[in-house]
């Protein structure tokens, strides 16, 4: 299955992620900010990237455009899970590089929906 890099501030909705993903056998690396979730989609080979937008050191979209400038995460589907829905800000983010959009709170089929259609493994 897939190997999922999800990048928030916000352990428990990581661990959520977690627990959603990981039962459906997908791999799943946690970052808390956006440089560790940039370090970390630099070090490993993932499929697919799940971001925060609002998180402190480093924000998703500040994340997305440094993690496109990656070689190995050049076609990687980035997906914002986020609190904001205001049509402005997924201009920005679909500009910067993502992929798609999901709103929290997260249905746990709407993510494995996604993930399943997105994810290149």
């Known amino acids: 299955m897939a190997t999922i890099l999800t990048v928030d501030d916000s352990p428990s909705i990581r661990q ?63 997906i914002f899970l986020s609190t904001e829905s205001d049509e402005g800000i997924k201009q920005k983010a679909k500009a910067a590089g993502a992929t798609g959009w999901i709103t929290k709170p997260f249905k746990p089929e709407q993510l494995l929906a996604v993930v399943s259609k997105l994810a290149r493994a």
């Not at 799940?50 to 050191?57: A, G, K, Q, R, S």
């Not at 994340?63 to 990656?70: D, E, F, N, T």
């Open 16 to 78: 959520m992620i977690k627990v959603v993903l990981g039962p459906a056998g997908h791999s799943v690396i946690e970052a808390g900010d956006g440089a560790e979730g940039l370090a970390k989609a630099g070090a490993n080979a993932v499929d697919l990237i799940i971001t925060d937008l609002n998180m402190p050191v480093m924000n998703g979209l500040e994340m997305i455009v440094k993690v496109r400038g990656l070689p190995a995460c050049m076609g990687v589907p980035i």
